[in-house]
């Protein structure tokens, strides 16, 4: 059958516009698949990495806009197998323009980049933060964003904790992930806080000592406050990530149901494209098969083209892909998102798979009718 090859490649382009436009079609679609798949693969079927194996996060039970008492703290932190806990409180608030969206956290700034080892930032910077009140400390992406440096001032209007504050930034660090993020000190904004409203949490992140420990622990912790005015709930990062990302309903069928939506669109285009090439090639059918070529050369040499069209649309398709996947995973988005790795094998392999399916299916009734055309009939059409 290979011997076929050239001819077969030769008449993927006997009409180029038509050929060209399957394949963008194709690549689109390919692309549009390889997001949805990456985000499928990240969001549910990767592995912890080893830093957020090593973390649990506590949230109230009952929503995460809930807080729970600050005191919680200590007793977390008497576990066995837990090293040490950090509380942090989601900030919100607006940088110079609303439409100017990062994280804001205020945490315990001595335990930011002991629970989070991942974070690099020089020794001094560290120091100077921790030491400073009204210090800060951003990821180096949101650094290049904004043009920031160390030593400038920043300056947030609060909406969930009304007020102006202005903060130094005392140090850059990096990240593995997407790091356009904010740390300050918590203590700061306990202080500029009414009475009524301090000595709650946002979350409790705890580091423990062995990964195998964290269901044990996160059970105890659920435990200790079941009866509790303020139930808890207790997970991985890894799961406390999904949360955010649930706040938009039911992702994974959404996900699955734009994948389902993608491959049935493009098979009808593709089978259509392909009902046209062959309608255009009965009487081309007759002459092949006068010349010696059996029911199957033909047949063959149809999905063959089809195949061949998919193959390069899908492959198209996937790296068109990766650039989106890895433009999702450094915008501010991806630092709620489990990392995202643009050139994910698996996602290769399904939007190239998928996409020479599509081309088999899609050719295979037409491919059928025209290589059990007889010879005269096919010699009499005048399509």
């Known amino acids: ?109 001595d335990k930011v980049f002991t629970i989070f080892p991942e974070l690099k930032i020089p020794a001094d910077q560290r120091i100077a933060f921790e030491r400073d009140r ?4 951003i990821g180096r992406d949101l650094a290049n964003k904004f043009k920031l440096k160390v030593g400038d001032r920043m300056a947030l209007v609060g909406d969930i904790f009304p007020g102006d504050y202005i903060f130094t930034v005392r140090g850059i660090f990096d990240s593995p992930r997407a790091s356009e993020i904010m740390y300050f000190s918590r203590e700061y904004l306990e202080q500029t806080l009414p009475e009524r409203r301090r000595g709650n949490a946002g979350v409790f992140t705890t580091l423990i000592d062995d990964p195998s420990s964290a269901g044990r622990i996160a059970a105890a912790i659920d435990s200790e406050y079941r009866n509790a005015s303020t139930q808890t709930k207790t997970e991985s990062e890894q799961q406390y990530l999904l949360g955010f990302v649930s706040m938009l309903g039911n992702v994974k069928v959404f996900l699955i149901a734009i994948s389902g939506a993608v491959m049935f669109t493009i098979l009808l285009v593709s089978a259509n494209t392909m009902a046209m090439s062959v309608r255009e090639r009965v009487r081309e059918v007759g002459v092949l098969k006068t010349l010696g070529f059996t029911d199957g050369n033909v047949l063959g040499m149809i999905l063959g083209e089809a195949v061949a069209i998919s193959l390069l649309g899908g492959a198209i398709g996937f790296l068109l892909s990766t650039v989106l996947v890895g433009g999702v995973a450094h915008s501010p988005a991806g630092g709620f998102l489990p990392p995202l790795s643009p050139l994910e094998p698996a996602v290769a392999v399904s939007c190239i798979v998928t996409a020479c399916i599509i081309g088999f299916v899609s050719s295979l009734i037409p491919a059928l009718g025209a290589s059990r055309t007889p010879i005269v009939d096919a010699l009499r059409s005048t399509d």
């Not at 006997?14 to 985000?39: F, P, Q």
């Not at 996060?57 to 008492?69: A, E, F, Y």
């Not at 977390?76 to 940088?95: D, L």
């Not at 009204?134 to 400390?137: D, R």
Request: proline share 4%; charged share 20%; with cysteine.
């Open 1 to 109: 059958m290979f011997r076929f090859l050239p001819l077969v490649l030769k008449n993927c382009w006997r009409n180029r516009r038509r050929t060209l436009l399957t394949i963008a079609s194709i690549s689109v679609s390919m692309c549009l698949l390889g997001v949805m798949i990456a985000m499928y693969h990240a969001l549910y079927l990767s592995d912890a990495t080893p830093e957020q194996a090593l973390r649990v996060v506590t949230r109230n039970k009952i929503s995460l806009t809930q807080q729970m008492p600050e005191s919680y703290k200590n007793r977390i932190k008497q576990f066995p197998g837990v090293r040490e806990v950090m509380v942090s409180q989601w900030f919100g608030g607006t940088y110079k323009d609303p439409k100017n969206f990062f994280a804001r956290f205020a945490a315990d700034s």
């Open 134 to 137: 009204t210090g800060c400390v």
